[in-house]
């Protein structure tokens, strides 16, 4: 129904405008999200395993600080490393700091193990430090940890609260962290490298939000310029630029009445929502300008280009909407939101321009005509007109080399798919950095001279009190560890193990030959029990020592090798403690990231055959009928499968961006094949109209409003390639790429296709 009073056109406004101010109220409530865990389902398995080893061991999270220090080794170079060890232990979330100027070693005394500093500050005669080195650099306990193999590369370990429900805290940390890195730096001169997960969730922040106010208003001015270009007035502006604008404000307030945070997935959803609001915008404001210079007065143009299209509108919405919600079955937590919130804003778009048309389109101005026009036909003039002209010639190319197209396409399409097998994805955080990026060059500083910046954690649990003392379970923890050093990318683990093989060889005179695990529980109980300070115990063991971990530093840089061989583990570990009736499992963020890459690739099958089958079935039912419906994906196979055979041969990873370009690309590129189709059915049910004249009077009448639709989405999309993160910037390419393929398989491929085939419409 079109609005003609002015009551209605005030509730319509008012309506709105509510709406909005509700919006804005809760898009102040939005949050950033930088976690690992977000990207999983509460119903995951293996994040509900992660969380019972928090339960127990409270935190994985660690930074590390690393740097050059030549004079390291001097009275004056381990008195800065202690003062620095010490202020880094009294910024707020950090539980405990570790150098070697506070790391300890366990020593002997009679009827008593003492776990004495290796450093002491206050020692009555000043240590040998030419000793000590000799001593640590000997010792797999302390290198790679705390110090390189050279000796000249000192490290503080810093471990971090791990708060589930948020993160803002680790962004205050990292920025500490780098403050007193920048003092180190003034005073030691070596660069100060601040890696690990914490640090990473704060570059995540500061460019996630970076992004938006970036990319959001280079899009706006992209669109405000092609539409200017395309339309040669402002007041073109007025319906795109309101939809958009209004749509974008409801989906952030929505995200922000729920509660859900904004990652690398959600930051796409603003470019998304741009080109869902410009597409059916677009296609009214062109039929209005067309009908304008028919000579309609504005009201009657409004009116007519409204009517006429609604049908196509709302039909290409609801495939927009089957593509985007096919995400849902995805097993990625913001993956799935990001479907539901970019059909609920292509909804909202649909509804806005429907509601906002009335009272917009009777603005715009009527164009001047162009000569190159009949005047039965639609009117335009200066970049109109030529591209009239344009489409005029590809409505001939495709007739008179229709058997030609069609083969190239086919030919193009084989040789992308062909390409498949060599997908690999990518869930390594640290490839969606741009090289050269500080929080990338850190990490890869600490990877190339230390163990690494996150943990591969292995969680044991026996069923009663002191169950991990029994020499079985040591031993079957040290055949796990002896395996895993052996892992190119992992360091020198640590266990409780580790620790009472310490405590044997210091309680039988320091041999190493007496380093190893004792053979008796009750020699197991009593070295810790002569232990002066249990708390070293802590990192190690519950408090009944029922339960307890494997901590393997993981490079980062090497992690998704690494991961692969999770499964292996996972059978070793039940080889050696399934007899003794212990369960052991890996887990912790390693092992996410491992579970990431196979859910990336689940998601984008999954996502992209649904999408497929619910596009096909809604076309069918636009179109009414089903040999019509699967006709019309001739044009949408062939873009999205020439975008995944470019990913494959050029390397381009899946990721959490790219894994949504599929179902997103087909959702937005069928919206052209049924304006087209739609119009074309009117020009071939008419008596006396051959094929070859519905396709060029539909190419002149819808061809037009295809191409300003997709030059506006291309330029959008592309100028995501300036984003921060790697994930967006190939989900903006291949975007952008797979939308203006699009163009050229409806205005080509489709109408060579109908010439060949001859469809009955």
Known sequence: MYPTSRLARALIVTVILAVS????????????????????????????????????FSTDQMVVMAWEDKDLWTPEGMAALHRFTEEVEEIDDVREARSLATASEVEAEPGLLMVTPLWDPDADEPP???????????????????????????AIIVTVEHRLEDTAYKIELAAKLRALGERITAERGGHVAVAGPPALDDAFFRYVRGDLMIIFPLMVLAIVLVVLFLFRTVRALMLPASVVLISCLWVTGIMGALGIGITVVHNIIYP?????????????????????????SPEEAAQQALHALFAPCFYTTL???????????????????????SAGGAVMALVLTYALGPLLLPYLPKPKPSPEIASDEPVGGGARGALDGVLLRLSLLAERRAGVVVLVSVIALAASLA???????GANVLEYFHKGERVRTDVEFVDAHLAGTTTLEVYIETDSTDGVKDP???????????????????????????????????????????????????EVSQLLLMLDDPTELERMADFQFQRARITAPVQLSKVTQLTKNIPELEVRLEKEFGPLGVKASATGQSRLIHNMERYLLETMVRSLGLAFLLVSVFMAFALRSVKLGL????????????????????????????????????????????????????????????????????????????????????????????????????????????IGLALVADLIVLPAAIALIKPRF
């Open 419 to 425: 390409g498949l097998p060599r997908l690999k994805t």
């Open 631 to 738: 006709f019309s994906m001739i044009p949408n196979i062939v873009p999205i499968g020439f975008t995944l055979g470019l990913m494959s041969w050029t390397g381009v990873r899946l990721d959490p961006g790219t894994a949504t370009t599929g179902a997103v690309a087909l959702g937005l590129v069928v919206d052209d094949t049924l304006h087209f189709l739609h119009q074309f059915r009117e020009w071939a049910g008419k008596e006396g109209v051959s094929l070859a004249e519905a396709t060029e009077r539909t190419l002149r009448v819808t061809g037009r409003a295809l191409v300003m639709t997709t030059a506006i989405l291309v330029t959008a999309f592309a100028s995501m390639l300036v984003a921060s993160f790697t994930p967006n910037n190939n989900f903006g390419m291949l975007s952008a790429i797979t």
């Open 472 to 522: 079985a379970v040591l031993a079957s923890m040290v055949a796990i560890q002896e395996w895993m050093e052996e892992l190119d990318g992992i360091g020198t683990t640590v266990s409780l193990a580790d620790f009472v093989s310490e405590l044997r060889q210091a309680q039988r005179g320091g041999e190493e030959v007496e380093r190893r695990v004792p053979d008796t529980r009750a």
């Open 21 to 56: 101010v509700v919006a804005g109220y809760f898009a102040t409530q939005l949050r950033f999200d930088t976690s690992l865990e977000v990207y999983f389902l509460e119903s995951d398995k293996d994040l509900a395993a992660y969380h019972d080893f928090l339960d127990v």
């Open 319 to 341: 495939t927009t909407v089957g593509g985007l919600m096919s995400l849902w079955v995805g097993t990625l937590k913001p993956v799935r939101e990001f479907g539901a919130l």
């Open 128 to 154: 040998d430090l030419k000793a000590l080195k000799e001593r640590v650099l000997a010792d797999d306990m302390f290198v790679g940890a705390l110090i390189n193999e050279a000796g000249d590369v000192p």
């Open 272 to 296: 998304l929502i741009l080109g869902l609001g410009i597409a059916s915008s677009i296609h009214v404001t062109s039929r209005a300008v067309l009908l304008r210079g028919l000579g309609k």
